[in-house]
Nanobody, 116 residues
Framework: QVQLVESGGGLVQPGGSLRLSCAAS????????MAWYRQAPGKEREFVAR???????DYVDSVKGRFTISRDNAKNTVYLQMNSLKPEDTAVYYC??????????WGQGIQVTVSS
């Protein structure tokens, strides 16, 4: 019954910034590993960033140094701060949650477009 709702997407110029938010329902957030994936037109869905319940982070090489994932357990929200955006970052971004005890959940996705 977990629900994930993304927000904060939109259109931005190359070199600009956006912050995505993912609000999760229930009390399982603090015990879940949270991640962002993305799917560009004509490509398969790919992993972007992950933050575990203990705060460890991991990123795909293409976004290291530009994107930062964080979480606020009090607000049941995970964020993806995206800086120095490139046209190749254009994609639908999906929020993902994996409970430590099992269970995988996905948000509906939100569009990010980087274009001049």
């Amino acid at each position: 019954q977990v629900q994930l709702v993304e927000s904060g997407g939109g259109l931005v110029q190359p070199g600009g910034s956006l912050r995505l938010s993912c609000a999760a329902s229930g009390t399982i957030f603090s015990r879940s590993s949270m991640a962002w994936y993305r799917q560009a037109p004509g490509k398969e869905r790919e992993f972007v960033a992950r933050i575990t319940s203990s705060g460890s982070t991991d990123y795909v090489d293409s976004v290291k140094g530009r994107f930062t994932i964080s979480r606020d357990n009090a607000k049941n929200t995970v964020y993806l701060q995206m800086n120095s955006l490139k046209p190749e970052d254009t994609a639908v971004y999906y929020c993902n949650a994996v409970r430590n005890t099992g269970g995988v959940y996905w948000g509906q996705g939100i569009q990010v477009t980087v274009s001049s």
